[in-house]
């Protein structure tokens, strides 16, 4: 077995358990046809109605489900992709939700304010998304450098941070739609259409440039990591900081590098959900992507291909968890298919270094000289 697959493997089984578990789970609280029925249900609402658009030839039945799906696993592979980035530093950003909420409301104030032709508003609305997070994300790496504050601690506190600062104070204050007016609306004002990202199918989904635009940029994370200098040398410190340092490894500017970095994916994907969906910064941003970022990344392997195809295959089960409603289930199931896939992937990661603890702590018996061999005699005459 050769060793990719022997690393994809357990992420796998992980996620093919978590299904069995929630599945039991269905067929314990009502019964084994409902639990089938209700996963059925789940893959039509993610992939699309396939037997009915073959009997009818409506071509919506597949495209809304898999556009809903694709938007979703967009997010989740962005913030993955933070994740993973930061890991490979050997940093833990456990702040991608903040960085993610304020870079949606920078896309959110720059796609409402200026003034500018599509072809420049829009990328000027995603790059300042960008900006935004990875100055909210430098500011831990800064910490981390000058000051020994552990990322875990200060993103953490960032994250609450950022939502006060965004959701309790900017949006519904200053930057409330109508603001200084008697208008009583949540969230700030609807984007121009200039600052709209591009659907790809018209009206028959809401799938829009964003999807693509994410799925290039892990392609872009994975070369840079695989086959650039910069990104070996990320690597290498995330692998042992004080050995890159020796071999003249600027750690630190890796360290800000990465991190930074992490922050911007986090902000683009803040943007998508702006720009691409939600066309304003609402009251509230709704599903936690920073935080399942987290799980993404994890299960993907800390891999950007890994992470990619982890993202697509929870922004299925996102998409059809609506679906399972139909049945009088929650559609809270898919959630928890993923945060029992992480538990199995952390539980292999944690034993894994138990054993491995066990090894290099067990004394090894002292091996006995050899004694040397009899010489044989030699025969007289």
Request: charged content about 10%; some cysteine.
């Amino acid at each position: 077995m050769s060793d990719r697959l022997r690393a994809v493997l357990p992420s796998v089984f992980s996620v093919f358990l978590a299904l069995a578990v929630c599945w039991c789970l269905i067929a314990l609280t009502h019964d084994a046809t409902k639990a089938t029925e209700a996963y059925l249900h789940l893959l039509r609402g993610g992939l699309g109605d396939w037997a009915k658009y073959l009997e009818e030839g409506t071509s919506t039945l597949l495209t809304r489900p898999l556009g809903e799906a694709a938007i979703k696993a967009s997010l989740l592979l962005l913030t993955g992709l933070s994740v993973t980035v930061a890991f490979k530093v050997g940093l833990f950003n456990i702040g991608a939700q903040g960085q993610m909420l304020v870079g949606a409301l920078t896309a959110a104030v720059v796609g409402a304010q200026l003034k500018l032709p599509a072809l420049l508003h829009v990328p000027a609305a995603l790059l300042g998304a960008c900006v935004a997070g990875a100055l909210w994300a430098l500011i831990a790496a800064g910490l981390k450098l000058t000051r020994g504050v552990h990322e875990v601690i200060s993103t953490i506190m960032l994250n609450w941070v950022a939502v006060s600062l965004v959701d309790n104070w900017l949006v519904v204050g200053p930057l409330r739609a109508g603001a200084g007016t008697v208008l009583s609306t949540t969230g700030t004002a609807q984007i121009a259409a200039s600052a709209h990202l591009p659907r790809l199918l018209g009206d028959s989904s809401r799938l829009h440039l964003g999807f693509p635009l994410a799925l290039a940029v892990a392609l872009a994370i994975w070369v840079w990591l695989a086959r650039l200098r910069t990104g070996f040398e990320t690597r290498a410190v995330g692998l042992g900081a004080e050995a890159a340092r020796a071999a003249g490894i600027p750690v630190g500017r890796r360290m800000l590098g990465a991190m930074g970095l992490a922050g911007a994916l986090a902000g683009l994907a803040g943007a998508l959900l702006v720009l691409g969906t939600e066309l304003r910064y609402p009251g509230s941003l709704g599903a936690p992507y920073g935080f399942d970022g987290i799980a993404i990344s994890l299960i993907g392997g800390n891999h950007p291909l890994g992470v990619a195809l982890s993202a697509l295959f929870f922004g299925v089960l996102r998409a059809g968890g609506t679906n399972m409603q139909l049945l009088n289930l929650s559609k809270s199931y898919p959630e928890l298919i993923q945060g029992f896939a992480l538990l199995f992937v952390a539980g292999r990661l944690v034993w894994l270094a138990f054993m491995r603890r066990r090894q290099t702590a067990a004394p090894t018996a002292p091996v006995a000289p050899k004694q040397p061999e009899p010489s044989p005699e030699v025969p007289r005459a």
